[in-house]
């Protein structure tokens, strides 16, 4: 396993470009259909987890949220008086 690691690390490269704000995404491979193809699928497993993430997170906020709206609605009307 380690040994893939070595090898796929030496022929795929990722990297941040800071002034476009952009992942660069390059990959080797025996023809260019296969690098390319290697470049997409890490491209749409990476959206995947964002977007996972992305759920995950809202999932997490919203019941704060709604408790924080209760709340807020119970004494909003002690305080107009």
């Known amino acids: 396993m380690e040994n893939f690691q070595a090898y796929f ?4 490269k ?6 476009q ?11 260019p259909q296969t690098a390319q193809a290697i470049v997409q699928t ?10 996972r993430s992305d759920h995950d997170l809202v999932a ?9 709206a209760e709340r807020t609605s119970a004494t909003w009307p002690r305080a107009r008086r």
């Open 9 to 12: 690390q030496n022929r795929v």
């Open 14 to 19: 990722i990297d941040y470009d800071d002034t």
């Open 21 to 31: 704000g952009v992942l660069v995404v390059s990959a080797q491979a025996f023809d």
């Open 42 to 51: 890490m491209v749409s497993e990476g959206e995947a987890f964002m977007n």
């Open 60 to 68: 997490a906020q919203v019941p704060f949220l709604e408790g924080e």
